[in-house]
């Protein structure tokens, strides 16, 4: 596992920018639309990790309403696991709280699943599974055969 990204929830990722982009340098490679989310996403990478910008496209995305409740700022962790529905199946079993049950899609093609605060000292956290790992998972099973 390693740290994946750091989300912050942002009125506007065009204003957050001039921040993250414009004062410190870092480069957006990227802005998609997770439409399943109602959330506008911008990736910053930072040193072995990513910044993630997150905005609302509609007042029910759980990013405007995080907003609302709490205003711009750290909205998750992001873990990198390399098999989600195992992940998810062990902490099910440990007896950890989760919100996503079952892996959803998330930006840039992944898999991704929500923790619950209350099981992580009040932090939200995301795991999040790309293509690559699984596929090289699936690469090396199928070698095994």
Do not use: C, K
């Not at 990736?43 to 995305?61: F, V």
């Not at 962790?77 to 996503?100: H, K, N, P, W």
């Amino acid at each position: 596992m390693e740290l994946e990204h750091i989300g912050i929830a942002t009125r506007s990722i065009a204003e957050t920018l001039a921040f993250w982009r414009d004062a410190l340098g870092l480069e957006n490679l990227q802005t998609e639309e997770v439409e399943e989310q109602r959330v506008r996403v911008a990736m910053l990478p930072l040193g072995g990790t990513r910044i993630e910008l997150l905005e609302a496209t509609g007042p029910d995305s759980p990013i405007a309403r995080f907003i609302e409740r709490r205003g711009p700022g750290i909205h998750h962790i992001a873990i990198r696991v390399s098999d989600l529905r195992a992940t998810l199946q062990r902490l099910r079993e440990r007896g950890v709280r989760l919100i996503d049950y079952e892996p959803r899609r998330g930006a840039d093609g992944t898999l991704i699943a929500f923790i619950h605060p209350s099981a992580a000292g009040g932090v939200l956290v995301e795991l999040v599974e790309h293509q690559s790992d699984r596929a090289r998972e699936d690469s090396a099973e199928a070698h095994l055969d």
